[in-house]
């Protein structure tokens, strides 16, 4: 079986730690191991909930594409592309379309989650004012202002995967259900139109969710509890100062919590020095063992991994222009794969007239 890894990101800002470990790691890793590897910039899915707001899709393509690179995906292993320039996928997103209902979209965890956390969903207040001014009677009805594009974004996310025949996808968690539906598009169109695609796996890293600085279980950018890959050791000491800990643990020589206290949580995910780790764990249980030097030590650790990604970011955002030529290179690639696939789409579909 020939591996295609394909994965991408938002570009609605910097990528953070969460990223680093939910699949970033994997993207590394999987570039040596694959057949072939696609990284793609998803602005057409970032303007799917910010289609006022092109700028901000637009500035943030290479930050995206820096932090990538900086933390080492390698444009000769990995193929680099712009969702938007690949016309391949929007087309065959129009045929995913029809195989998918509206009802299961709703369904659909990630983007359930999503619609509330955005406002997509009306509040209450306004649902009753409307539901009267309707004269709406149905029990449960729900009258949600999510754009269709946003609701239906698992469909062009399962076209970005299929387009060039991607079965491994590295990406976080919360993507689960994206790529359950995935599948579900795969064997659908399989059994209409006879055997096209594989299904897809999907790869979570060995941290599937980092835990945001003030212990909310997810790290992201709406909630302003990330440390980005790119922040400065002063941004990064000042994060790690501000971090829940144990909230009983006043004096030094109180005895202190493990569980729950954030700045375990990430010693344990990047402090490679594990029995250092388990003596400052008994130390503190003990008592003795203050935040402050706690908080020193885990200040130390994420300087000392995000330093070399924020020199090598540095240095590569010198020449923009650099960095916009992996991009366009990789797009014709795409492209050119896309159009192989869409071939093989058309004749299952019955849609090749000339
Ligand atoms: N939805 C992904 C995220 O928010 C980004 C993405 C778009 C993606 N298309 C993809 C990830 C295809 C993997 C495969 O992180």
Redesign the pocket.
């Known amino acids: 079986m020939k591996k295609t890894v394909?994965?991408?990101?938002?570009p609605t800002g910097r990528l953070h730690l969460g990223?680093y470990v939910g699949?970033i790691q994997n993207r590394i890793k999987l570039q040596d191991e694959a057949d072939a590897a696609f990284y793609?910039i998803?602005d057409v899915?970032a303007l799917t909930d910010n289609a006022e707001n092109p700028e901000k899709v637009r500035e943030n393509v290479l930050e995206v594409a820096l932090d990538n690179l900086a933390c080492g995906l390698d444009p000769k292993k990995t193929t680099f592309f712009i969702?938007s320039q690949v016309p391949q996928i929007a087309e065959l997103t129009v045929f995913f379309l029809n195989l998918v209902t509206v009802a299961r979209l709703e369904q659909n965890p990630t983007v359930k989650a999503e619609m509330a956390q955005k406002g997509f969903v009306m509040s209450d207040s306004e649902n009753t004012e409307i539901r009267k001014s309707l004269q709406y009677v149905v029990a449960n009805e729900k009258i949600r202002n999510v754009p269709a594009g946003f609701l239906a974004?698992p469909i062009?996310?399962s076209a970005?995967?299929l387009f060039c025949k991607?079965n491994i996808?590295?990406?976080?968690e919360?993507?689960k259900p994206?790529i359950e539906q995935c599948n579900e598009i795969v064997d659908t169109f399989n059994r209409l139109y006879g055997e096209t695609f594989e299904r897809v796996k999907h790869l979570v890293g060995d941290t599937p969710r980092l835990v945001g600085t003030d212990g909310n279980a997810k790290m992201s950018k709406s909630l302003g509890n990330c440390i980005y890959l790119s922040d400065s050791k002063d941004t990064i000491a000042q994060k790690v100062q501000s971090m829940y800990t144990d909230p009983n643990h006043i004096r030094v020589e109180d005895p202190g919590q493990v569980e729950g206290n954030v700045v375990f949580t990430y010693l344990d995910v990047f402090d490679t020095d594990k029995d250092g780790v388990a003596e400052l764990k008994k130390q503190y249980q003990a008592g003795g063992l203050g935040d402050v030097v706690l908080k020193r030590r885990l200040t130390e650790v994420l300087e000392g991994m995000i330093a070399p990604i924020r020199a090598r970011r540095e240095e590569l955002a010198k020449n923009p222009e650099a960095i916009m030529k992996i991009l366009e290179a990789g797009t014709e690639q795409a492209r050119r794969v896309g159009e192989q696939t869409m071939n093989e789409v058309r004749k299952a579909l019955h849609i090749q007239y000339f």
């Open positions: 394909l994965t991408g990101d938002r990223h699949s793609m998803a899915q969702q974004y062009s996310q970005d995967i991607g996808v590295p990406v976080g919360d993507q994206v």
